[in-house]
């Protein structure tokens, strides 16, 4: 049982470039997320997709899109990449919040 | 999301000791939870808390949710090397199922 996977685990991109993060779970979870985490600023919610079919912004939106492809995968694209998006990419994934979320072990991407 | 406060924002430890680290937030909070970030890794869930007032162990840790929903604590008893890592408190709002996230407490253990 994998829980939330992510690819790629590392990502060097030069300002401009585009790329897509792939997460997928396989848990049967309906919620999946995406944060990005910062140095002294935890973790900021991007998007968050409530159920498949749905997306949402989060805190953070600006300069990203998502696609909840089905309801086990949930994608973030970058279209076109900014240094001030250097940062640790985390997918998860719930059932309910009670319950917690499941975090994949992240994207460590850095633009230059 | 709502602002949670966590501190310290970083301790350095013995090992042995026990430690303390705390969440506030200005708004209730139907849930609280922690977890635990290893280096390289995405956080984990170490405790969930639903009840005001509850006292909740997972083996050497124990949290509580404060009386006034608005806080929670996490101590761990007997640091040891493997406590290493960064603890996040999170908060789960009454009418939101999504959560928000304190800034974290960055531990490190000296042998």
């Known amino acids: 049982n994998a829980g939330v996977t992510q690819t790629p685990k590392f990502q060097v991109l030069k300002t401009g470039q585009s790329m897509t993060l792939q997460c997928a779970q396989d848990?049967?979870?309906?919620?999946m997320y995406w944060y990005r985490q910062d140095p002294g600023m935890g973790l900021r919610l991007i998007y968050y997709?409530?159920?498949?079919?749905?997306?949402d912004k989060g805190e953070v939106p600006n300069g990203y899109n998502v696609s909840r492809l089905n309801k086990r995968e949930f994608s973030l694209r970058l279209e076109s990449a900014a240094p001030s998006q250097t940062s640790v990419y985390f997918c998860?994934?719930?059932?309910?919040?009670?319950?917690?979320?499941?975090f994949g072990s992240g994207t460590r991407l850095t633009v230059v | 999301g709502q602002q949670l406060n966590q501190s310290p924002q970083s301790m350095f430890i013995q090992e042995g000791e026990d430690v303390s680290m705390n969440c506030t937030s200005s708004?209730?909070?139907?849930?609280w939870l922690w977890y635990k970030q290893d280096p390289g890794e995405g956080p984990v869930l170490l405790i969930a808390?639903?009840?005001?007032?509850e006292l909740t162990s997972n083996g050497r840790l124990t949290a509580q949710f404060g009386i006034t929903r608005k806080d929670s604590f996490l101590n761990i008893s007997a640091s040891i090397p493997s406590d290493v890592g960064i603890y996040f408190c999170?908060?789960?709002?009454?009418?939101?199922?999504?959560?928000?996230f304190g800034a974290g407490t960055t531990v490190t253990v000296r042998a």
């Open positions: 998860a994934s719930s059932q309910g919040a009670v319950s917690g979320y499941t």
């Open positions: 848990m049967n979870h309906n919620s």
């Open positions: 997709s409530a159920s498949e079919g749905t997306t």
């Open positions: 708004s209730i909070f139907n849930t």
């Open positions: 808390l639903y009840k005001a007032g």
């Open positions: 999170a908060g789960q709002p009454f009418n939101d199922y999504k959560l928000s």
